[in-house]
C-alpha cells in the first residue's frame, strides 16, 4: 500500500512539474510574440513601411505634349498626334495564336493580328480607336498581360521645302528632341517640361488600378511662328 501511495505522489508531483515547464514555455513564447508583434508594429513600424512603399510605389515621368510650329500667319506646319497601340506582355499561355483571351480580344478588335516584338511580347493592333480603347477596358483589368501602350509622331506638312525647314526629330528615352532644322533651332521652346507621377504596383508589377497620383504637372511646349508663310512654301516647289 505504501508503495502505491509513493507512486502516486511520485507522478502528481512529475505531472506539476511538467505543467509548470510546459507553462513556462508557452509564457516565454507568448512573450517573444508579444515582443516581436510590439518591436515590428511600433519600433520598427515606419521602417518596414517605408521599405514596403518602395517596392509598391514607382515614381516617373511623362512627357510634355510638344509645341506647334506655325508659319507666319499662324498656318500650322508641325504637330504631335497621340496613338495608342495594344500589346500583349509575357502571356501565361506560350500558343498565343489560340489563347482564349486573344479570341475575346477579337470580339472587340476584329483586325487583331498578333506582330511578334520579341520572345515575350507581340503588337496586336496599332492605333486603336476610341471605341475599341473603350470596349477593351474590360479585358484589360481581367488580363494584366494586355497592355495598352501611348505612341506619339511627328506630322509635318507634306511638302519637301516645308519638310526641310522644319528638320527632323530623334527620340532620347521616349522624349522627343530637335535634330535638325526648326525643331532643331527653338528645341527649347518647343519641347516643354516632364510631368512627374506615382503609382502603386501589384506582385506582378502591374500598376493598380486607381493609385495613380500626379505629383508635378507636365508644362505644354511653346508654340513658335516662322516668318514664313505657307503660301510662299507652297509656291517655290516645282
Not at 7 to 22: D, G, T
Not at 57 to 77: C, E, S
Not at 106 to 133: F, G, H, M
Amino acid at each position: 500500500m505504501n508503495r502505491v501511495m509513493l507512486f502516486f505522489i511520485f507522478m502528481m508531483k512529475s505531472f506539476k512539474f511538467r505543467l509548470l515547464v510546459l507553462s513556462a514555455v508557452l509564457l516565454a513564447w507568448g512573450g517573444m510574440t508579444a515582443g516581436a508583434l510590439l518591436y515590428y508594429s511600433v519600433v520598427q513600424c515606419e521602417r518596414y513601411l517605408e521599405l514596403g512603399n518602395r517596392l509598391a510605389l514607382r515614381h516617373g515621368t511623362f512627357q510634355a505634349p510638344r509645341g506647334r510650329i506655325l508659319d507666319r500667319n499662324g498656318v500650322v506646319l508641325a504637330w504631335t498626334e497621340k496613338y495608342y497601340d495594344l500589346f500583349l506582355l509575357n502571356p501565361p499561355s506560350g500558343d498565343i495564336a489560340n489563347d482564349a483571351m486573344i479570341r475575346k480580344v477579337r470580339d472587340i478588335v476584329p483586325d487583331c493580328e498578333p506582330e511578334t516584338i520579341d520572345r515575350s511580347s507581340w503588337l496586336l493592333k496599332a492605333n486603336l480607336s476610341p471605341n475599341q480603347l473603350l470596349g477593351l477596358e474590360q479585358l484589360l483589368h481581367r488580363y494584366p498581360e494586355l497592355q495598352v501602350i501611348p505612341r506619339e509622331e511627328r506630322l509635318v506638312v507634306d511638302y519637301p521645302e516645308i519638310r526641310r525647314l522644319i528638320g527632323e526629330i530623334g527620340y532620347r528615352r521616349d522624349v522627343m528632341y530637335g535634330v535638325s532644322g526648326a525643331e532643331r533651332e527653338y528645341d527649347v521652346e518647343l519641347a516643354g517640361t516632364p510631368g512627374e507621377y506615382e503609382v502603386m504596383l501589384d506582385r506582378r508589377r502591374n500598376w493598380i488600378t486607381g493609385t495613380w497620383k500626379l505629383l508635378v504637372p507636365a508644362i505644354p511646349g511653346d508654340d513658335v511662328k516662322l516668318n514664313v508663310a505657307l503660301s510662299e512654301l507652297v509656291e517655290d516647289e516645282p
